[in-house]
C-alpha cells in the first residue's frame, strides 16, 4: 500500500523568500508523483508532475519539485515566494504499473498549508 | 481551456436524506473520479469509474454509496441515506487515461444536520 507523508502542515513565510514543502511516499512500486495547490475557496489545481525523464521538474509559476528515488521525496522549492502563492499544496501519489483493476486512484498527504506574508 | 464542472457548490442535507452529487468531466476524458475532503482531514479517493463501470472503490465506498454516468457528459455521486460523517467536500476527477494526472472540479460541500 502507498502512503504521502508532508510533514508541515503550516509553513509560514516572508515574501521573497525561498520555500521548500517536503513530501515523502512509501510504496513498494514504483510511482508516478503531483503536486496539487488548492487555493482558497477553490478546487485542486494540478502544479507539477512527474512521469519519467529528468527528476527536476518545473512549473509555470516559478515551483519546481525534485524526484529523489534513493530518499523516496518529491519536495517542492521555490526562490521567492509571492503573496498570490498562499494556498495549501497537496502530494500525491499513484502507481506506475497499474494491476489488478487498480486504475490509477491517487494517494494524498494531510497537505501544507503556505502562508506568505508582506 | 477545459474544466471539470461540479453541482451543486454548497448542498445541505438532512440526516437519512438522499443526496446526489454532480459533475461534469472534461469531454475527451475517459476515466472518472470521486473524492472526499472531511474538514482538516486528507484527501481520500472513493471510486474510479471506466467504460460504464466500476473499476476501483475503497472500504469508504460502501452500499450508501453509488455512481452513475446517466449520459455522455454527467457523471453522479449518490449517498441514499446520509449520515453526520458523511458531511465533506466531495471532488470529481477525469483523467484522459488511466495512471496519468488527473483534472479536478471545484468540489461540492455537503452539510449534513
Known amino acids: 500500500a502507498q502512503s504521502v507523508t508532508q510533514l508541515d502542515s503550516q509553513v509560514p513565510v516572508f515574501e521573497e523568500a525561498p520555500v521548500e514543502l517536503r513530501c515523502n511516499y512509501s510504496?513498494?512500486?514504483?510511482?508516478?508523483l503531483f503536486w496539487y495547490v488548492q487555493y482558497p475557496n477553490q478546487g485542486l489545481q494540478l502544479l507539477l508532475k512527474y512521469l519519467s525523464g529528468s527528476t527536476l521538474v518545473e512549473s509555470i509559476n516559478g515551483f519546481e519539485a525534485e524526484f529523489n528515488k534513493s530518499q523516496t521525496s518529491f519536495h517542492l522549492r521555490k526562490p521567492s515566494v509571492h503573496i498570490s502563492d498562499t494556498a495549501e499544496y497537496f502530494c500525491a501519489v499513484t502507481e506506475t504499473e497499474l494491476w489488478g483493476g487498480s486504475q490509477g486512484n491517487l494517494i494524498f498527504g494531510k497537505g501544507t498549508k503556505l502562508s506568505v506574508k508582506p | 481551456e477545459p474544466e471539470v464542472t461540479q453541482t451543486p457548490s454548497h448542498q445541505v442535507t438532512q440526516m437519512g436524506q438522499e443526496v446526489i452529487l454532480r459533475c461534469v468531466p472534461i469531454?475527451?476524458?475517459?476515466?472518472f473520479y470521486w473524492y472526499r475532503q472531511i474538514l482538516g482531514q486528507k484527501v481520500e479517493f472513493l471510486v474510479s469509474f471506466y467504460n460504464n463501470e466500476i473499476s476501483e472503490k475503497s472500504e469508504i465506498f460502501d452500499d450508501q454509496f453509488s455512481v452513475e454516468r446517466p449520459d455522455g457528459s454527467n457523471f453522479t455521486l449518490k449517498i441514499r441515506s446520509t449520515k453526520l460523517e458523511d458531511s465533506a467536500m466531495y471532488f470529481c476527477?477525469?483523467?484522459?487515461?488511466?495512471?496519468?494526472?488527473?483534472?479536478f472540479g471545484p468540489g461540492t460541500r455537503l452539510t449534513v444536520t
Open positions: 469531454s475527451n476524458h475517459l476515466y
Open positions: 476527477a477525469s483523467s484522459p487515461r488511466e495512471g496519468v494526472e488527473q483534472y
Open positions: 510504496s513498494s512500486v514504483s510511482v508516478y
